[in-house]
C-alpha cells in the first residue's frame, strides 16, 4: 500500500506541473494574446479618440487563425463596440455603425449598447440567403441586431454554435467575420 501511495503521488505531481506549463504558454495555437495601447500606432489611437470620443479602450488583442497565420487586431471599448484591424493597422470593420465597415459606409449611433437578440427569420432576405450560400446547416445560436438612434438597423450578428460571429451592416451586406 505505502508503494503505490509514493508511487502515485509523485506521478499526479509531475503530471499536474507539466499541463500547468502548458496551458502558460502563449502562442498563436493560444487564439490570442493581448497587447498593450503602448503597441498600437498613434494614427490608430488618434482615430479611436476621434471617432469613438470618450470611450476607453477596455483590451486589445491580436488574433490568429486556426493555421496559426495572423488574422486581426481587435480593439474593445467601453461602451461595447468592437473594432476590428489588420496587420498593419487598417481599419478592417468595427459593429458600432460609426466608422468604415468594407463597404466604406458611415452612419450615425448612440454609444449605448443598443442590441437586442431578433429570430433568423426577421433577418433581411439577403442575409438569410448569405448564410444559406455560405454556411448551409449551420446551427445558429444567437442572432443580434444593433440599430441607430433613429431605430434604423446598423449591424446584424450572427452567432454560430462554434461562437463563430458573422456580421452584417445595416442593408444586410456581408462585412466580416470572427472566428
Known amino acids: 500500500m505505502n508503494f503505490k501511495k509514493y508511487f502515485f503521488l509523485?506521478?499526479?505531481?509531475?503530471?499536474?506541473?507539466?499541463?500547468?506549463?502548458?496551458?502558460?504558454?502563449?502562442?498563436?495555437?493560444?487564439d490570442s494574446n493581448k497587447i498593450s495601447?503602448?503597441?498600437?500606432?498613434?494614427?490608430?489611437?488618434?482615430?479611436?479618440?476621434?471617432?469613438?470620443?470618450?470611450?476607453?479602450?477596455?483590451?486589445?488583442?491580436?488574433?490568429?487563425n486556426k493555421d496559426g497565420s495572423f488574422k486581426s487586431y481587435e480593439v474593445y471599448l467601453s461602451n461595447g463596440v468592437e473594432l476590428y484591424f489588420d496587420i498593419n493597422w487598417n481599419q478592417i470593420f468595427d459593429d458600432s455603425g460609426n466608422g468604415n465597415d468594407d463597404n466604406g459606409s458611415s452612419s450615425s449611433s448612440s454609444n449605448n449598447d443598443d442590441s437586442f437578440d431578433i429570430d433568423f427569420d426577421d433577418l433581411p432576405q439577403v442575409v438569410k440567403d448569405y448564410m444559406s450560400q455560405n454556411y448551409p446547416g449551420a446551427n445558429i445560436k444567437k442572432v443580434k441586431k444593433k440599430i441607430n438612434?433613429?431605430?434604423?438597423?446598423?449591424?446584424?450578428?450572427?452567432?454560430?454554435?462554434?461562437?463563430?460571429?458573422?456580421?452584417?451592416?445595416?442593408?444586410?451586406q456581408f462585412i466580416g467575420i470572427d472566428d
Open 10 to 30: 509523485p506521478a499526479i505531481f509531475v503530471f499536474m506541473s507539466v499541463m500547468s506549463c502548458q496551458k502558460l504558454s502563449l502562442s498563436p495555437q493560444d
Open 149 to 172: 438612434d433613429n431605430g434604423s438597423p446598423r449591424l446584424y450578428e450572427i452567432r454560430l454554435a462554434d461562437n463563430t460571429k458573422i456580421f452584417f451592416n445595416g442593408a444586410g
Open 37 to 64: 495601447i503602448d503597441d498600437v500606432p498613434v494614427q490608430t489611437v488618434d482615430y479611436i479618440d476621434q471617432t469613438f470620443g470618450g470611450e476607453s479602450i477596455i483590451k486589445i488583442e491580436k488574433k490568429f
